[in-house]
């Protein structure tokens, strides 16, 4: 049986790279060779272990995009009813839905109860830290347009449809509205494009490193604040851009535990604070529930989008390359081998978006 390369976390910081089987896909699924693997900052949590135990070993990624290779029987179209073919490049939401529980069913909502992020990397497996990715019946994927870039596409991976879903359920951004944005990672950075172009009066970046808030002034930030100043600093200049009753909306996308209590306490009268980025921080924070009452705050948060916001994000990518510098995000490429170095990069902030390209050497 032919192989192909794949990264497989065996444990918590080992990684290894495996030869594994190429499966015919099953049917109702497809087989894609990848074009590109995003690395995204969850991907970090999961190999520290710092977002708690996995189903060791697994293959990692999560993001991606991949030329058809084969599809299962009885397979002509994507999941939005258009027409795919070998050959055909697509992206894809990493969760096959069930459409058999309590949350796909009655809800409509995501993640389903019964699915699974990862499948044990010795079985048939979407994992995009590899030559290929297997996708199981009920896995959603989407034709790109042939003139889209992926690069653009892959560059905001899974970080643009979790902005899109936190929009989704948290309320979208009104027009004239002042957002603050902790964190521009990936995550960060898809809040400032989407909440500029809803609207936004003011789009206030904060982050630690210098070139990630530049980046956020390319896609939309009207203002960045560094993580190097002081707390009362930040909140002083913040202030002083939103007006008295402070911003509006404030999206966590930091994935650190102490930009929870941070972001409360910004959040303006009558504001929203949106949680997206914590996912993979297991621990608790300090915040007075009386802040919450006095200010009249809504909390929210938001994890693993919808097949609909994969579908949004990736138009919303091929619609807007050509106005903003989508592809430049990607700065750097690492082959399945490098998978580590491209973990420890992402960690370390010194990128922003490092992808997995399996012809990368």
């Given at each position: ?177 002042s957002v603050v944005v902790q964190g ?21 970046a904060v982050d630690v490193h210098a ?10 930030a009207t203002a960045t604040v560094s ?135």
């Amino acid at each position: 049986m032919a192989t192909g390369k794949a990264c497989v976390l065996v444990e918590p910081n080992r990684i290894e790279t495996w030869d594994v089987p190429i499966v015919d896909p099953e049917p109702g699924g497809a087989l894609v060779r990848i074009v590109v693997g995003g690395v995204c900052g969850s991907d970090v949590h999961i190999a520290d272990g710092g977002a708690g135990i996995m189903p060791f070993p697994i293959i990692l990624g999560h993001e991606g995009v991949g030329r058809v290779e084969k599809l299962g029987a009885g397979v002509t179209t994507d999941y939005a009813g258009v027409s795919v073919k070998p050959g055909d490049l697509v992206y894809w939401a990493p969760i096959a839905l069930c459409h058999r529980c309590h949350s796909c069913t009655v809800l409509e909502q995501t993640p389903c109860e019964n699915s699974q992020f990862f499948e044990h990397a010795e079985k048939p497996n979407w994992g995009s830290y590899a030559d290929f990715a297997w996708l199981p019946n009920g896995l959603a994927f989407f034709r790109v347009p042939d003139h889209a870039d992926v690069n653009a596409v892959i560059a905001l991976g899974c970080a643009l449809p979790t902005v899109l879903r936190g929009f989704d359920r948290c309320g979208p951004v009104g027009i004239g509205q002042s957002v603050v944005v902790q964190g521009a990672g990936p995550v960060g950075l898809a809040a400032v494009l989407v909440a500029s172009l809803m609207g936004a009066r003011e789009v206030i970046a904060v982050d630690v490193h210098a070139n990630r808030l530049e980046v956020a002034k390319s896609l939309g930030a009207t203002a960045t604040v560094s993580l190097k100043d002081s707390a009362e600093e930040r909140r002083r200049q913040i202030y002083d851009l939103c007006g008295a009753n402070g911003p509006d909306v404030v999206v966590e996308a930091a994935g650190v535990l102490p930009a929870f209590p941070e972001g409360v306490d910004l959040t303006g009268n009558h504001g929203r604070y949106i949680i997206l980025g914590l996912w993979g921080a297991l621990g608790t924070q300090p915040i007075s529930p009386r802040d919450l009452t006095i200010k009249n705050l809504s909390v929210g948060g938001a994890s693993f989008p919808k097949p609909k916001n994969y579908h949004e994000a990736l138009q919303l990518a091929v619609r807007c390359q050509d106005r903003v510098p989508l592809a430049a995000l990607v700065t750097h490429r690492f082959g399945v081998a490098g998978a580590s170095a491209a973990l420890e990069a992402t960690a370390a902030g010194t990128v922003i978006k490092a992808v997995i390209d399996p012809e990368y050497s």
